[in-house]
């Protein structure tokens, strides 16, 4: 039962043109949202995070956008870069308090030069 | 900051051998740090849950006599994966929580079981 999915397993995107990248999720109860960028034999490096009470955080290239309403989260690269080739995991915090993720199965983010 | 180190990197073992994998917290303590299990193509699948001074707890499946964990001090967390067998060849990962919702992970162990 994958509470948390990545629809897409991989992705094309143009060096300069957005990539955004999706997550859903199937319960309600996550209160908070994270994205990581892993490469190959590397353990996954945080990029950006946003809290079930708000719907938009931004970080330089990155923004995350949640719509709780839909149980949905997209990461936006923009402007895209090559070393931005990886894959990316979102990932959820349940309520629970112990702070355990449940990770997406990860989406390949390939940009083209 | 928030620096994790996980060693070795790689290892190759003999079926039946026992391998020690260390996760260390290098600029913070970690109440707690977590153990994942990556599978080719796969998600991080959580093994356990680890904190510093209590017995870890194990995911739905995952066997504690197999893979054993101790977490001694506040930046030092160890799996043993025991007597190992071709089934236990995968990436393991290890992560540390500094007090908040971020995980800091480590760069990984290959494990490969001949």
């Known amino acids: 039962d994958q509470q948390v999915k990545q629809n897409s397993p991989s992705l094309s995107v143009q060096e300069g043109r957005i990539s955004i990248l999706n997550c859903d999720y199937t319960n309600s109860m996550f209160d908070y949202f994270l994205w990581y960028k892993k490469y190959p034999a590397e353990g996954p490096t945080f990029l950006i995070s946003?809290?079930?009470?708000?719907d938009k955080n931004e970080d330089g290239r990155f923004t995350v956008f949640l719509n709780k309403s839909a149980k949905h989260l997209s990461l936006h690269i923009v402007p895209s870069q090559p070393g931005d080739s990886a894959v990316y995991f979102c990932?959820?915090?349940?309520?629970?308090?112990?702070?355990?993720?449940?990770f997406g199965t990860g989406t390949r983010l390939k940009v083209l030069a | 900051g928030a620096v994790v180190s996980q060693h070795p990197s790689r290892v190759i073992c003999k079926s039946g051998t026992s391998v020690k994998i260390e996760c260390r917290s290098l600029?913070?303590?970690?109440?707690?740090m977590f153990w994942y299990r990556q599978f080719p193509k796969q998600s991080l699948m959580l093994m356990a849950t680890s904190n510093e001074g209590s017995k870890a707890t194990y995911e739905q499946g995952v066997e504690k006599d197999k893979f054993l964990i101790n977490h001694a001090s506040l930046t030092l967390s160890t799996l043993t994966v025991t007597s190992a067998h071709p089934e236990d060849s995968s990436f393991y990962i290890c992560s540390a929580d500094n007090r908040g919702n971020i995980q800091y992970f480590g760069a990984g162990t290959r494990l490969s079981v001949l």
């Open positions: 946003i809290s079930s009470i708000k």
């Open positions: 600029d913070f303590q970690a109440t707690t």
């Open positions: 990932a959820a915090i349940p309520t629970s308090g112990t702070y355990k993720y449940i």
